[in-house]
């Protein structure tokens, strides 16, 4: 069962960057397109990011410009890097695998002064 484990999470000021990471047990990104994802509270998850094992990437126009996906197949990990947060950026991220339908347990990102 692979297993994918998020971090990188804390408390930001608006304005500031954060890189969040997603560490998978095996390398599987050779054959899932794997996606960032985000939940606020009271709020729908949504769709962030996602990376193919082409190596395709598309953003939500919510973070598109402020935001990159990327991958290290040497460590197993995607990263989210994101600047210029905003408060609306505040939410539990996770970290997903797709056809594999994983996810990770989340970790959560606070903008705010």
């Known amino acids: 069962q692979v297993q994918l484990v998020e971090s990188g999470g804390g408390l930001v000021q608006p304005g500031g960057s954060l890189r969040l990471s997603c560490v998978a047990s095996?390398?599987?990104?050779?054959?899932?397109?794997m996606g960032w994802w985000r939940q606020a509270p009271g709020k729908q998850r949504e769709l962030v990011a996602t990376?193919?094992?082409?190596?395709?990437?598309d953003y939500a126009d919510s973070v598109k410009g402020r935001s990159t996906i990327s991958r290290d197949n040497s460590k197993n990990t995607i990263y989210l890097q994101m600047s210029s947060l905003k408060p609306e950026d505040t939410a539990v991220y996770y970290c997903?695998?797709?056809?594999?339908?994983?996810w990770g347990q989340g970790t959560q990102v606070t903008v705010a002064s």
């Open positions: 990376l193919s094992p082409s190596g395709q990437t």
């Open positions: 997903n695998a797709r056809p594999l339908n994983i």
């Open positions: 095996r390398n599987i990104f050779n054959f899932n397109t």
